[in-house]
């Protein structure tokens, strides 16, 4: 996949259906960098596991999550229903595997979730359990992040 695609249409796209104050460079940043961590926006269904859509959600995990959080619950509805689709359900589940602006959007709602600040362009450690506290991999690759995350900010 283009990463010039996920930066210049996906995610401006995404983030235009959600409030203004989720628009900033560190969530750009943290969108491409865990992108690129779980997909490489290259895989859009989890090789060998349940997961789907180029940010890599669970039907049990962060897609549950962001309808069930008081963060991000009313806007998940209403980004689902702006898009057409019903109630959050396994059948609209599967529509981030191929919607990569709903999967981006409910993305970026995954990290609204979370109590503290976004990370800044120096604070890959702490961006690095920021995303493990969120997405919660089952073989995290603690070896590729760095990298990534300097991407992200470059991007």
């Not at 983030?15 to 779980?38: C, T």
């Not at 589940?93 to 409910?106: G, S, T």
Request: net charge negative.
């Amino acid at each position: 996949m283009n990463l010039d695609y996920i930066t210049r249409v996906v995610i401006p796209a995404a983030l235009k259906m959600l409030p203004a104050r989720m628009d900033s460079m560190e969530a750009r940043a943290m969108l491409v960098a865990i992108g690129l961590q779980e997909s490489r926006f290259e895989y859009r269904t989890q090789k060998g596991g349940p997961a789907e859509g180029f940010w890599q959600f669970e039907a049990s995990g962060g897609w549950k999550g962001v309808f069930t959080h008081p963060a991000s619950t009313h806007i998940a509805h209403d980004v689902l229903s702006a898009m057409g689709y019903g109630e959050p359900d396994l059948h609209d589940y599967y529509a981030v595997e191929n919607n990569d602006i709903l999967a981006c959007a409910l993305a970026r709602l995954l990290l609204w979730t979370h109590p503290k600040a976004l990370p800044a362009q120096w604070q890959a450690d702490y961006a690095w359990q920021y995303y493990l506290n969120l997405w919660r991999p089952g073989k995290p690759h603690r070896d590729t992040w760095d990298g990534f995350f300097d991407d992200a900010w470059e991007t």
